[in-house]
């Protein structure tokens, strides 16, 4: 049995690296469920312990927020938002600053995909219009979009899975990661204009872009549902997911607005990528095979429940396998809030490396290259590396700084 699951886990863990598995058209997503099913049908877990293996406190807060933020993306909030942004009377370093900041701070809110998704054609359209070169301001705002998300629980997947497992105070949780975080987004800023010098121009015609139509009342509730939950998750003690779903209920109950409509802005396939991790994870677990892979690393004299080992893996894993399998595989191992927030922190800030180490990375490339603007891997390494390497710096000073230093004790 143990090799059974072993295999499994073996070819689920293949299809993150490679994003599915050759020879078959499949992604991460079909890979996850797949296995799944495949643990299922071969009688190592029972129907009541798959379902018992998956989180749905995270599960429910990851959906109740995606419906908050198709709320404001039907209302043409983002659209609009990035409008303004484009047609600004600034100079590009201050566009640039513009972009990271808003982008930044709304993904610290809402899931950094969405952010990307709404706001990159209508700034590459903008750019574009005003003889600017869209690369750089559309690197930026996926560099910007992954670094604000790990100022908060709900800025990503990956911490709301840490915030929800681990039991992380939302506010404790904020008033830690804040620091790295805005003092990593103005060195990412500086690096950036630094790196793209004389590439700030660029004399193109582009055609329209279809954008949303802005609409008040439903930017302000989707607005108000966002602040009511945040209120709720720093003032209160009601769990975090109910929140979430109270708002995402609300956001449903409209007059106007199908409720077909706000499903549709709903990602399924990250829902269900959760699923099925979750129950390959919980076999692997059940059957001791963690535990031995853990201890086959430690035996290698890399003992990753110590935070300089743990911030490593955590960064090379989710460049490899993508970063929620890696916090999946490494959360076990994290077992103090010091531990999470390093986890949390580098896991997030590593998907700026290269092109493929975040999925936002992914929607910008592919939403600007319809618009025939292109995003290389190695144009995207060449800002990449360096912000990179200037956040993993400003955020190991700062948890050397709030801690005495990166080895933290591992007891609670």
């Not at 090379?316 to 399998?325: A, K, R």
């Amino acid at each position: 049995m143990q090799q059974f699951v072993a295999g499994v886990f073996a070819l689920v863990y293949l299809g993150m690296i490679f994003g599915g598995l050759p020879g078959l058209a499949l992604n991460r997503t079909a890979v996850a469920l797949l296995g799944a099913i495949a643990l299922l049908a071969g009688g190592v877990l029972t129907a009541g312990q798959a379902w018992a293996s998956v989180d749905m406190p995270t599960m429910s807060l990851l959906f109740g927020l995606m419906l908050v933020s198709a709320q404001l993306r039907l209302s043409g909030f983002y659209d609009l938002l990035a409008r303004r942004i484009a047609a600004a009377e600034a100079t590009p370093r201050r566009l640039l600053l513009l972009v990271m900041a808003a982008g930044a701070g709304l993904s610290a809110l809402l899931v950094n995909d969405i952010v990307c998704l709404a706001m990159t054609p209508i700034l590459a359209e903008g750019c574009l219009r005003r003889g600017l070169n869209p690369v750089p301001f559309l690197i930026g705002l996926a560099c910007a979009s992954n670094i604000g998300s790990a100022a908060t629980l709900i800025g990503n997947p990956q911490n709301m899975l840490i915030g929800q497992v681990g039991n992380l105070p939302f506010a404790a949780y904020f008033l830690d990661a804040l620091p790295p975080v805005a003092g990593g987004l103005l060195l990412s800023w500086a690096i950036i204009v630094a790196l793209s010098r004389g590439d700030w121009l660029l004399e193109r015609g582009v055609a329209p872009v279809a954008a949303v139509e802005h609409r008040l009342w439903p930017t302000l509730k989707g607005c108000l549902l966002l602040v009511a939950a945040l209120a709720g998750f720093l003032f209160t003690s009601i769990p975090r997911e109910v929140l979430a779903l109270g708002a995402g209920a609300l956001v449903l109950v409209s007059r106007r607005t199908q409720s077909r409509r706000v499903f549709e802005l709903v990602d399924w396939e990250l829902l269900l990528l959760f699923l099925g991790l979750f129950v390959v994870n919980h076999a692997l677990a059940a059957t001791g095979l963690l535990e031995a892979m853990y201890a086959s690393v430690r035996g290698l004299g890399l003992d990753i429940s110590q935070p300089g080992w743990l911030f490593g893996f955590s960064a090379l894993l989710s460049n490899v396998i993508s970063n929620v399998p890696a916090v999946m595989l490494l959360l076990p191992v994290a077992e103090n809030p010091q531990a999470r927030l390093l986890l949390a922190l580098s896991s997030t800030l590593a998907g700026n490396l290269f092109l493929l180490g975040s999925i936002a990375n992914l929607i910008v490339a592919e939403q600007a290259a319809r618009l025939g603007v292109y995003i290389t891997w190695r144009r995207h390494l060449r800002l990449g590396l360096p912000v990179t390497l200037a956040t993993f710096a400003v955020s190991a000073l700062w948890l050397w700084l709030r801690w005495g230093g990166l080895c933290v004790a591992a007891g609670p």
